[in-house]
């Protein structure tokens, strides 16, 4: 089952402008991270935050985690044509040995230019 | 450094073949290694997982089945294809419990006729 639910599915925007995607959850976690993928490729990590974490920066890449309300957003500030990819939430929930990531339903990103 | 290859990357194949999916990890040992299948513009749901050699977890009941023959090698199969089991298949490696990332490879696009 989906743990992470995103929002919006998808987006459209231009170039230069800010885009962001949020990501819900149901249960406790461990750490959430972010993921992207192009079309038809596997998934590349883009950032970790755990679950003591509020705020994490990476480059372009702003997140932030309200474990409070069970929520998370990725914020990709001057966005460029190269964004252009399907966006994915995982939530860390695992104990002892069994550690797996449960992914969300994504968000599309396309920048235009 | 560490690498992932999935193979092959697309496959079509009948309904009531077999299918053996072989995904192997290089650069590290004792990695935990999943299988995940993307639907169609969907999220990723986890098939199986393996914590070691001969350990298979299985997260959702259905008609394919995954071993662990060797440390670094894991394999996805069926004994008889349905029309279901196209997809989008994608296999994944962590260094473990409480893992920092997931590294995925680059996917098997399955297309069952």
């Known amino acids: 089952s989906q743990q992470g639910e995103e929002d919006p599915q998808a987006l459209s925007i231009q170039e230069g402008e800010n885009a962001t995607m949020n990501c819900s959850y149901k249960t406790s976690i461990n750490n959430l991270q972010w993921y992207r993928q192009n079309s038809g490729r596997g998934l590349v990590h883009l950032i970790l935050i755990r679950s003591n974490e509020r705020e994490k920066h990476s480059g372009r890449l702003r997140v932030t985690l309200d474990t409070s309300k069970k929520s998370s957003s990725l914020l990709i500030t001057a966005s460029r044509a190269a964004d252009t990819a399907s966006y994915f939430c995982a939530t860390d929930s695992s104990t002892g040995t069994a550690s797996k990531l449960t992914f969300g339903t994504g968000t599309r990103l396309q920048v235009t230019l | 450094s560490q690498t992932i290859h999935q193979w092959p990357a697309t496959l079509v194949q009948p309904v009531g073949s077999p299918l053996s999916l072989e995904c192997t990890v290089e650069g590290t040992s004792n990695p935990n290694l999943y299988w995940y299948r993307q639907a169609a513009g969907r999220g990723l749901q986890l098939l199986f997982y393996?914590?070691?050699?001969?350990?298979i977890s299985s997260e959702v009941p259905q008609n394919l089945s995954a071993s662990r023959p060797q440390d670094r090698q894991f394999i996805l199969s069926s004994k008889k294809l349905l029309l279901s089991d196209s997809g989008f298949y994608l296999c994944?490696?962590?260094?473990?419990?409480?893992?920092?990332?997931?590294?995925f490879g680059q996917g098997t696009r399955l297309t069952v006729v």
């Open positions: 994944a490696w962590s260094g473990g419990p409480m893992w920092t990332e997931a590294f």
């Open positions: 393996s914590v070691g050699i001969g350990q």
